[in-house]
């Protein structure tokens, strides 16, 4: 499977191949879809403004000078971040030197890191999808690629000198737009429109470029620093920089990993296409050991 076969990977995983006609539930998605990138206001019923807190700390965890009083002072403030962070350095994974009994030294024990890691993992989990039936079907194929993702493009990211957390955000955030769509699915089938199942070419050909514009819509929505949308840019073109090299690197391999994981291709395919992506290196094959932990991890 060569690099330019990989436009509509996620959604070939995602859903099984139709006919290449739009059936009722695709056009109903479609039009969803398009509503929202017509009229910016259609947005905020299918995804949530980002908090203040979440904006400052984004803020100060790209600072690579950040004090640890700092964080645990903002961190603090959001009662539900602040138990995660506690909850996490006190589990089997981290409780090596005792019990952490405040924040402060929770955040210390955890290191910018894994206060990245947290942090961002829960900005994304108040807009991936939660209904049960829905999350089953296809959130879940979304969020644990957004963790792959974010794995994969921090350690690209830090091979080419750019800060981990940076590379990890950009991974996990890069597909808030399928998640956009996913719900806009939902609410195809929630109207009763349920004659056909989506996965016609067509389909996921508009659905993988329209998820990627929604993505940078959202960046820019969200006033994120401009390295950040500007990387989601760069993947409708020809990836320039170091983020933008990385994201795109990273996609590709997470959603290779998934077909390969769902039987779509064969060992002997993923490890063609990694190594013709030049991506089979130490990155990679510390991926392909925590792989199927990441989801548990976080």
Same mark, same amino acid.
């Given at each position: 499977?060569?690099?330019?076969?990989?436009?509509?990977?996620?959604? $070939?995983?995602?859903?099984?191949?139709?006919?290449?006609?739009?059936?009722? @539930? /695709?056009?109903?998605?479609?039009?969803?879809?398009?509503?929202? =990138?017509? $009229? !910016?206001?259609?947005?905020?019923?299918?995804?949530? !403004?980002?908090?203040?807190?979440?904006?400052?700390?984004?803020?100060?965890?790209?600072?690579?000078?950040?004090?640890?009083?700092?964080?645990?002072?903002?961190?603090?403030?959001?009662?539900?971040?602040?138990?995660? @962070? +506690?909850?996490?350095?006190?589990?089997?994974? *981290?409780?090596?030197?005792?019990?952490?009994?405040?924040?402060?030294?929770?955040?210390?024990?955890?290191?910018?890191?894994?206060?990245?890691?947290?942090?961002?993992?829960?900005?994304?989990?108040?807009?991936?999808?939660?209904?049960?039936?829905?999350? #089953?079907?296809?959130?879940?194929?979304?969020?644990?690629?957004? =963790?792959?993702?974010?794995?994969?493009?921090?350690?690209?990211?830090?091979?080419?000198?750019?800060?981990?957390?940076?590379?990890?955000?950009?991974?996990?955030?890069?597909? @808030?737009?399928?998640?956009?769509? *996913?719900?806009? =699915?939902? $609410?195809?089938?929630?109207?009763?429109?349920?004659?056909?199942? !989506?996965?016609?070419? @067509? *389909?996921? /050909?508009?659905?993988?470029?329209?998820?990627?514009?929604?993505?940078?819509?959202?960046?820019?929505?969200?006033?994120?620093?401009? #390295?950040?949308?500007?990387?989601?840019?760069?993947?409708?073109?020809?990836?320039?920089?170091? +983020?933008?090299?990385? %994201?795109?690197?990273?996609?590709?391999?997470?959603? %290779?990993?998934?077909?390969?994981?769902?039987?779509?291709?064969?060992?002997?395919?993923?490890? /063609?296409?990694?190594?013709?992506?030049?991506?089979?290196?130490?990155?990679?094959?510390?991926?392909?050991?925590?792989?199927?932990? =990441?989801?548990?991890?976080?």
């Amino acid at each position: 499977m060569q690099a330019s076969d990989l436009r509509t990977a996620f959604c $070939d995983a995602m859903f099984d191949s139709t006919d290449n006609n739009l059936n009722p @539930v /695709e056009e109903q998605a479609i039009f969803n879809v398009r509503s929202i =990138l017509n $009229d !910016p206001n259609n947005l905020s019923s299918y995804i949530s !403004p980002l908090p203040i807190l979440q904006i400052k700390l984004l803020q100060l965890l790209e600072n690579p000078e950040v004090e640890f009083h700092e964080l645990s002072s903002l961190i603090d403030q959001d009662p539900a971040l602040a138990t995660r @962070v +506690l909850r996490t350095v006190n589990s089997p994974m *981290f409780l090596t030197r005792g019990k952490a009994k405040d924040l402060h030294s929770a955040i210390k024990r955890l290191g910018i890191s894994g206060i990245s890691n947290i942090a961002s993992s829960i900005l994304m989990e108040k807009v991936r999808p939660h209904k049960p039936i829905y999350y #089953k079907m296809f959130g879940r194929q979304i969020w644990e690629h957004s =963790l792959h993702c974010a794995f994969l493009c921090r350690g690209f990211s830090k091979e080419q000198g750019e800060d981990e957390f940076s590379g990890h955000f950009l991974g996990l955030i890069h597909d @808030v737009g399928k998640i956009i769509i *996913f719900n806009c =699915l939902n $609410d195809a089938f929630s109207k009763g429109i349920l004659e056909g199942e !989506p996965g016609s070419k @067509v *389909f996921k /050909e508009m659905m993988s470029e329209m998820s990627g514009d929604i993505s940078y819509f959202i960046a820019r929505e969200w006033n994120l620093p401009e #390295k950040f949308w500007m990387a989601m840019f760069e993947q409708t073109t020809e990836p320039q920089s170091t +983020l933008a090299v990385s %994201l795109h690197r990273a996609n590709y391999c997470a959603e %290779l990993y998934l077909l390969h994981e769902q039987s779509k291709i064969t060992e002997a395919e993923l490890n /063609e296409s990694i190594d013709s992506l030049h991506c089979n290196g130490v990155v990679w094959q510390e991926f392909l050991g925590k792989a199927k932990h =990441l989801a548990q991890s976080i």
